[in-house]
């Protein structure tokens, strides 16, 4: 099976899951995306983005298409695909090992402790999604949100992890590599 292939059946199956109730949630619905203007919530992400959205000279739809395979390559289990907003990803999701070869502490700021860096050592749960938006027939705008808290196991309060900007520049680079950009 070539690597098209893959993630064409990638996309069919994370719209198939959406299309299922309770198998990936909405983003309108989940409060990731503010219904009237289709733009993030800011009630969503407790810190502003860490980087400005890309501007792709390619169609959304084309855009939309990539993103499944990206998040394949990333090892990041989709819960959101919202085909009417075009938004995918993970909200929320347990991650304890390297994303996309980048350790958790390159990616999220929790803090430091005793030890080293608190992503290192702590529970982290991330949220990662990307929307894309068309500006017209032949431009679209990638936008991707990171956010997350750690915790220390056994221990029921968390600390909240900003983005270090490095994986949503790496969504953006992955989206141009399998756009052929």
Known sequence: MSHRQVWTAAL???LLAAARPGAAQRAGESGLVDMKS????????????????DTLAVPAGKVWAAL???????AVPLSVVDTTYRVLGAVRVTVRRPIGGDRLSSLLQCGVGAYGPVAERYTVQLTLVSAVRAIDDG???LETRVDGSAAQNGVNSSVRCA???????KVAQLVRKELGL
């Open 38 to 53: 289709g733009r993030f919530s800011t009630s969503m992400f407790a810190n502003e983005p860490a980087r400005d959205p």
């Open 12 to 14: 069919a199956a994370a």
């Open 139 to 141: 431009r679209a705008v």
């Open 163 to 169: 983005s270090t900007g490095r994986l949503e520049e």
């Open 68 to 74: 499944p395979a990206v998040y394949d390559a990333l």
